[in-house]
């Protein structure tokens, strides 16, 4: 995507790309990641889960959907979710603008109240009408 291609794989077991060193392989993708990912890049138009935007906002309500479900998945095992602190922050924004929209189509239920002194997971949570649980 970032450099103006966009296929989606084909590959009968996904795990494959990641070969025998996952970790090798994931530093691999995030160094040919970072390079393609230039402001040019970033402002292409890419299709996208909501429709064709700019690929830095995908990027950025990726990053969004994974913590936010993240503590779901976590509420619902009974567990508390640890997630980046330096994440959850610049998720904040985002959510504050992509939660309307998603509210507006029904995605998400109405934002919860959150006491003036809550964190910032209980701050994202509460934007698509979770209530934080674990902290």
Known sequence: ????????????????AAGDDPLAAWR?????MM???????LARLVPG????????????????EFLVHTGD?????GQVAVLDPGLVRDALGP???FAPLARLSGLV????????DADDVTRLLAIFGRRNTGS
């Open 1 to 16: 995507m970032a450099r103006g291609r966009y296929a989606e794989s084909e590959a009968d077991d996904p795990g494959s």
């Open 28 to 32: 691999v993708a995030r160094t040919d």
């Open 35 to 41: 390079a393609a990912l230039d402001s040019a890049a």
């Open 49 to 64: 889960p909501w429709g064709e935007m700019p690929l830095g906002e995908i990027l950025e309500r990726s990053a969004m």
């Open 73 to 77: 998945v976590a509420q619902a095992t």
């Open 95 to 97: 959510a504050r603008q």
């Open 109 to 116: 239920g109405p934002e919860c109240a959150v006491p003036e």
